[in-house]
């Protein structure tokens, strides 16, 4: 049994910061990489950023290049996600995910992971 848990999340004013963490326990495995999806009221899941475990490879969505920062630490286990200049289109669920990889493995592709968080909220007010 393995478990993802968020936390960091809160309402924050728009230009604001905040840092999330995803801190893995259980039954852990030599991850391939963990990310990060959000979700907002009526909207699909989308990807925000990823981190590759070997070599720390990152990916960004294009929404959130530039103002977010993904980051990891193997020995705990744990993904970060630094988030600055807010925006209140930023407004959402925030979700870690853990994968163990695939044969053709997409940062962005949902199904691509194996393990998520329950969430933690993030609001960003104007």
């Known amino acids: 049994q393995v478990q993802l848990v968020e936390s960091g999340g809160g309402l924050v004013q728009a230009g604001g910061s905040l840092r999330l963490s995803c801190a893995a326990s259980?039954?852990?495995?030599?991850?391939?990489?963990m990310g990060w999806f959000r979700q907002a009221p009526g909207k699909e899941r989308e990807f925000v950023a990823a981190?590759?475990?070997?070599?720390?490879?990152?990916y960004y969505d294009d929404s959130t290049k530039g103002r977010f920062t993904i980051s990891g630490d193997n020995a705990k286990n744990t993904v970060y996600l630094q988030m600055d200049s807010l925006k209140p289109e930023d407004t959402a669920v925030y979700y870690c995910?853990?994968?163990?990889?695939?044969?053709?493995?997409?940062?962005?592709?949902?199904?691509?992971?194996?393990?998520w968080g329950q969430g933690t909220q993030v609001t960003v007010s104007s």
């Open positions: 995910a853990a994968s163990r990889g695939r044969s053709i493995w997409y940062a962005g592709r949902h199904s691509d992971y194996d393990y």
């Open positions: 259980g039954r852990t495995f030599s991850w391939y990489a």
């Open positions: 981190v590759r475990w070997n070599g720390q490879t990152t």
